[in-house]
């Protein structure tokens, strides 16, 4: 069962805004056999955002807007796809190289 959550924690203020970032927690939970008691349970905890408000009684006349944080590089996918790019490029070596080879047995006076 894949569950997500947005929590959203106070920052403060700066420069005459309230900073409060949003925190989204996805939780992955297996259960193996009827009973939960069995299950296992992955998540991952992540920043996404942080939402900009004016401050009451504050100088600043821009409305409500909110700053991305960039997703970074999961380092595990990112393993998970040279592995597999170099598999298919270690396949397809080793199946030219025994076409090449074939031929030449066939070609080569005997």
Known sequence: MLHT???????????????????EHRTLRVALGRSWST?????????TAVEVTPAPGGASSAGRYDVAIPRPVDPWQQTAQRIAALTV???IVVRIAHRLRRRAREGAPQ
Do not use: S
Not at 5 to 23: F, S, T, Y
């Open 39 to 47: 299950a296992v349970t992955l998540g991952r905890r992540r920043a």
């Open 5 to 23: 959550d947005v929590e959203h924690v106070d920052l403060g203020e700066h420069g005459g805004r309230n900073l409060r970032a949003r925190v």
């Open 89 to 91: 490029v270690g396949w």
